[in-house]
């Protein structure tokens, strides 16, 4: 029996002016409250509140290649890093892989105006054959894609060798500069969005059932009667998504145990709430935003990046809306019988009202609108940036921001070319989709364990290699992390820190994945200063901007 949580207090019109705004955008409310029940509760680090901007499709030498020499060129916005910024990074500079490469194509830097490209082919086995067995020299060949818009390999397949500095992903650079970083993060396993969005919340993508299929290529059959997800597909409980290709996921995922011990969580997706309307009329499921860098209308809400969806325990089909601001992050309504209609998932504008009311959840899982999510094709850096740091000026200007961390990761790499290769932890054996260290191998050894406790084909990792970024005043500061860390290891923190080190089991690799204990500093008092940036250029504030 789940029981009665307390509600942290806020006046009624502050509650009820936050609730009404159907904007994205942050609004500050200084409201006099008491000790918001996430604060009162145990947690083992100082870390109270833990925000996860999970955004899309991006490989760390995409964005790392020269850190943090950038080119500077004239009309840009200027990166300038600090004399003692480390210089023991893996990058493709340090490395020496900028001019002598084993691919075709050499890298070669995007610039600012080159922010809108391609969506390179990202799905399981070609990012395998990508890597051809550790010599990471194929990828041209398997995951290229083109776009006109620039000169040379621009057009052409070598695409996916771009890489951008600090000129354009500026405020990355200097969240890195002014926070910590791991140069060691990678997925949990070969291939795209769905995968990658489970292992963050369930370390897990084996136990998934058919609902409707039109195609095989999403998953791998194994001998114990299971699938394994391997690619893109979209979840069953949820209106928004394909009526030909829908599945679910058995076994539980980290809202479960969050919900086992009353603590308060939510996923806050952009167009979640289909009882908006945007400025330009769209809503329900296909309610979209232009963007002036793609020059497209995107739709705001994709339901296979939707992580808790997939399960039945955590989803809200329908998408019903919470009975109020103060509710956000609670399993049950305010008389502890009725069921939350929401059952913990929101729109991205509850997350703003929430937190302006008081009622910060202990654990938010954020997702942007689609065109600033960061994804090749349909989305790019500039837009990504003008989300991730107005989240961020937002949390750092709330009374609760000495004791939240903020993660910003990624769902997997794109494709885009990543040099770092990690020697296969965890082996599959499919004949069709893996292909890594020859036809039908990726890596030797065991198999990890599916739900059932057998093992299964499908989940081979490390994938990719992908940026990671801890930003919080407990962060190291200027700090590059070394330890092998995974998508699931923003599980094991949420474990660690608020459940005891309970983990989820059925297979999960939150209990083989490394810690990001490293990038915090839990012995000082939590000095990491705030740093404000600009969402436009990533520059850097020298004062809170107005929200």
């Not at 029940?37 to 790392?64: M, R």
């Amino acid at each position: 029996m789940i029981r009665k949580a307390a509600v942290a207090s806020c006046s009624a019109l502050a509650v009820a002016l936050a609730f009404s705004a159907c904007s994205t955008s942050p609004r500050i409310a200084h409201v006099a409250r008491a000790a918001s029940s996430q604060d009162a509760l145990a947690t083992a680090t100082p870390i109270k509140h833990l925000v996860v901007i999970y955004a899309e499709n991006v490989s760390f030498d995409h964005y790392f290649a020269t850190y943090p020499r950038a080119a500077n060129p004239a009309g840009e916005p200027r990166f300038t890093a600090a004399v003692d910024t480390p210089v023991d990074i893996r990058t493709l500079a340090h490395d020496h892989l900028l001019n002598d490469n084993p691919n075709a194509t050499q890298p070669f830097r995007l610039d600012r105006s080159q922010a809108a490209t391609a969506d390179q082919e990202h799905a399981y086995t070609p990012e395998q054959l990508a890597y051809d067995d550790g010599a990471a020299d194929r990828f041209p060949k398997y995951t290229g894609k083109a776009t006109s818009g620039g000169p040379g390999a621009f057009g052409t397949k070598g695409q996916v060798m771009g890489y951008y500095d600090g000129n354009t992903v500026t405020a990355v650079w200097n969240f890195a500069q002014h926070y910590a970083m791991s140069d060691n993060a990678y997925t949990d396993t070969y291939g795209p969005s769905s995968p990658g969005a489970i292992e963050a919340v369930a370390g897990q993508t084996n136990g998934m059932q058919i609902v409707a299929a039109s195609k095989r290529a999403y998953y791998v059959a194994n001998a114990d009667g299971s699938d394994t997800m391997i690619n893109d597909v979209d979840p069953a409980y949820d209106v928004c998504s394909n009526a030909a290709d829908q599945v679910t996921m058995s076994g539980a995922n980290i809202g479960d145990l969050l919900n086992s011990r009353d603590i308060t969580w939510g996923s806050f997706m952009a167009g979640f709430d289909l009882s908006a309307t945007n400025a330009n009329g769209s809503t329900g499921c296909k309610r979209s935003t232009y963007s002036q860098v793609v020059h497209r209308a995107v739709y705001d809400y994709i339901p296979h990046h939707a992580w808790f969806q997939y399960y039945a325990s955590t989803s809200n089909p329908k998408h019903l809306r919470p009975s109020s601001i103060a509710r956000v992050g609670y399993t049950l309504e305010s008389d502890a019988q009725t069921p939350e209609p929401a059952n913990h998932e929101y729109a991205l504008r509850d997350f703003y009202a929430a937190v302006t009311a008081g009622n910060f959840p202990s654990v938010a899982y954020l997702k942007a609108p689609a065109y600033q999510d960061g994804h090749a094709g349909y989305s790019d850096p500039l837009d990504e940036q003008a989300f991730v740091a107005k989240v961020i000026d937002f949390l750092e200007q709330q009374r609760d921001w000495n004791s939240t961390a903020v993660i910003v990761t990624w769902d997997d790499s794109d494709g885009w070319y990543d040099h770092a290769y990690a020697q296969p932890t965890h082996a599959s054996r499919d004949v069709f989709a893996d292909q890594l260290n020859g036809a039908g191998v990726c890596g030797s050894g065991a198999r990890p364990e599916g739900v059932g406790g057998q093992p299964v084909n499908g989940r081979c990792g490390p994938g990719t290699r992908i940026p990671f970024l801890v930003i919080s005043p407990w962060a190291k500061v200027n700090h590059v992390d070394h330890a092998q860390i995974s998508q699931a290891s923003i599980m094991r923190f949420i474990e660690d820190n608020w459940l005891g080190g309970e983990r989820l089991g059925g297979g999960s690799f939150d209990a083989s994945t490394g810690s990001i204990m490293g990038m915090f500093d839990f012995n000082g008092n939590g000095g990491a200063p705030k740093v404000y940036l600009d969402p436009e250029t990533g520059a850097i504030l020298q004062s809170p901007p107005s929200t």
